[in-house]
């Protein structure tokens, strides 16, 4: 049986992320991406690897196009459960496929959110991304 709930993929701090306000098809999770220090070649072309036992996630999404008004309230609800508001730092649970479970870990939200208004009313839909620290 699944651990998938149902009810959401994402939650930022408390919020849920609404599986309506998410574009079907668009969810990516990228689990624990190993990082290297110092990994090199040597003169043989041999890889040579320093794996760090600290791996990041990348969680990325696109939402449905938008009102202004439900918007401001997902920004808002997003903005809310900042950690830390410069950093964008945020307590993300989110749906691991892999492990078939849910994992928590400490993101932030890069670069700038771009947004694209179809007209006065209505705004694009856009990507927002993830990055565990």
Not at 4 to 16: R, T
Not at 46 to 64: C, G, I, Y
Not at 65 to 85: C, K, L, T, W
Not at 117 to 125: P, V
């Amino acid at each position: 049986m699944s651990s998938f709930n149902g009810s959401y993929l994402l939650k930022v701090g408390s919020y849920a992320i609404p599986l309506k306000l998410m574009k079907y098809g668009s969810y990516q999770s990228s689990p624990a991406q190993r990082q290297d220090l110092d990994s090199y070649r040597d003169a043989n072309g041999v890889l040579h690897r320093t794996v760090l036992t600290h791996t990041a996630s990348k969680v990325e999404f696109e939402t449905t196009p938008m009102s202004e008004h439900d918007f401001r309230g997902f920004m808002d609800s997003i903005v809310a459960q900042y950690i830390n508001g410069p950093e964008r730092k945020v307590t993300l649970t989110y749906y691991e496929e892999e492990y078939d479970r849910y994992v928590t870990g400490t993101f932030y939200i890069p670069g700038t959110i771009t947004i694209t208004w179809l007209n006065k009313e209505i705004i694009d839909s856009f990507r927002l991304a993830f990055i565990e620290y």
